[in-house]
């Protein structure tokens, strides 16, 4: 009795954050430096957290919108991607009240986006929501790195036509530029934790406004040249496509700007990084929610519209390699440059949580595995060392590769865009958002807030099915001509 009533007594006295902190590994930290999960005091703000969220959004995707309302017209083109905007805001805002578990102050944290799948919901949609995640965060490796090895192929055809005029062929393969951005990315890779990465973010988003503010410009002045606006209310007419063309392009449109907007799949790993209370985490998420959603639709809004206007129906898929614009040459060069650096961040903050997981799992596998665990320090300088673990290496070594030889395969940037767009558009930010949401809040079924929830969670399925189709299908008609690892331009 004495054995099991101390037994008992123990399980309910409190675990400190030192406590954790032992569990953990971190034995030489000051109890001082670590947060209330025991783990090492977090340092993110409103600031960091935005710039983790605009280096995540305005992305390769914001090159596509001038595509996107080539095909949606000037009514509906501006209108979708407002919506757009609107509901990732909302649902990006329920979710960040999901982070910690009861108390939005003191209660539990939650530190992955499947943490808080599993804390409110469980059962087969854990499973359902990792699987979907990780594809989509490895889809969207997969498109950066064809997105980015476009910009450097486009940076050297933009000299070729200087050199030798806008109508020499300049033929340039993209697979040197892929195999550049790959052991850039196996560098990048080895840093341990998405929370290190926080420079890389603010540097990523710099260079996100710096190219967007240039297509911007070049649009501009491209609509002043010619003295008017391009383009119809209705987009591209079926004069210039055939019927069928028009529905699947319309539809991929659809999941471009999806894509372009996505960022909830690793809103909970950057809301983890930000400091502890007050003002609460969710408090402070919120706030970065708002001003990066209402940075980036001014910026997709202008940068869209004015390609439309310049260009009109014959908008490029990809509006500064398309070659729609020669010159200035330097001035395209900075902009590809700018978008190439931009990736090279983007493709970490979308892979980071990636690593995490199958890092974490393989250690709660094989706890005692030296191979998996042991973390070997190398020293940089004198006051700056490196912890360096075999597996960490090897495995995200080998995932860059991976996912650098399927880039070459498939390198259909509009395609693959739309494709993942539709894919994580409403499973990760409005389905799981939302019935988490649900289930936290206790909202009584068929009551008003609950019926406009399920109402806006089927109205995005359908819009995420359609655009899935549109994508496949240009995937398809592409395929008919492709040859793989044959990527000129």
């Known amino acids: 009795m004495g054995a099991e009533g101390a037994t008992k007594d123990q399980q309910h006295e409190p675990v400190s954050a030192m406590d954790i902190s032992l569990e953990l590994g971190y034995k030489q930290l000051d109890p001082n430096s670590l947060d209330d999960d025991g783990r090492p005091r977090r340092t993110g703000t409103t600031w960091t957290a935005s710039a983790h969220i605009i280096t995540a959004v ?19 083109g501006p209108v979708v991607m407002i919506i757009f905007a609107f509901v990732i805001y909302y649902t990006s805002s329920l979710l960040a009240d999901c982070y910690r578990s009861g108390d939005p102050v003191t209660g539990k944290r939650n530190y992955t986006y499947m943490e808080v799948v599993q804390a409110n919901l469980g059962g087969f949609k854990v499973k359902l929501c990792g699987y979907i995640q990780y594809i989509n965060l490895f889809g969207v490796a997969i498109g950066y790195t064809i997105a980015a090895s476009i910009s450097m192929t486009a940076i050297k055809r933009s000299n070729c036509f200087h050199e030798k005029g806008d109508n020499s062929p300049c033929h340039t393969s993209s697979n040197p530029f892929m195999i550049i951005f790959g052991i850039t990315q196996i560098i990048f890779s080895q840093i341990p934790d998405f929370d290190q990465i926080w420079w890389l973010s603010i540097v990523a988003a710099v260079m996100s406004f710096t190219y967007s503010s240039i297509g911007l410009g070049l649009g501009i002045s491209e609509t002043i040249r010619h003295g008017h606006f391009k383009g119809s209310l209705t987009g591209v007419s079926v004069s210039s496509v055939s ?68 260009f009109g129906d014959s908008a490029p898929g990809n509006l500064l390699t398309g070659f729609g614009f020669y010159n200035p040459y330097w001035l395209l060069d900075i902009a590809n440059a700018a978008i190439v650096v931009h990736l090279v961040g983007a493709y970490q903050v979308f892979s980071q949580p990636l690593f995490a997981f199958v890092e974490k799992s393989a250690r709660e596998r094989w706890p005692d595995s030296r191979f998996i665990n042991r973390e070997l320090v190398v020293s940089i300088s004198k006051s700056r060392k490196f912890k360096l673990n075999i597996f960490r290496m090897l495995w995200r070594t080998s995932y860059v590769i991976f996912t650098t030889v399927l880039s070459m395969m498939l390198p259909f940037f509009n395609d693959i865009v739309g494709l993942m767009g539709a894919l994580g558009f409403w499973p990760l930010t409005v389905y799981f958002p939302v019935e988490i949401y649900i289930v936290q809040q206790k909202l009584e079924r068929w009551s008003t807030k609950w019926i406009c929830l399920r109402l806006l969670s089927l109205g995005c399925l359908i819009i995420s099915v359609a655009a899935a189709v549109g994508s496949v299908a240009s995937i398809v008609d592409d395929l008919k001509v492709f040859k793989p690892f044959k990527n000129n331009y």
């Open 58 to 76: 305005i992305g390769s995707g914001v090159l596509s919108l001038a595509w996107s309302i080539a095909q949606l017209g000037w009514i509906a």
């Open 243 to 310: 019927q069928t063309q028009k529905i699947w392009h319309s539809l991929q449109a659809f999941g471009d700007i999806a894509f372009a907007y996505s960022y909830s799949n690793i809103l909970i790993e950057i809301q983890d990084t930000i400091k502890s209370p007050p003002p609460s985490e969710a408090q402070v998420m919120k706030k970065a929610n708002f001003f990066s959603v209402a940075t980036t639709t001014v910026f997709y809004t202008l940068c869209g519209s004015m390609g439309y206007a310049a």
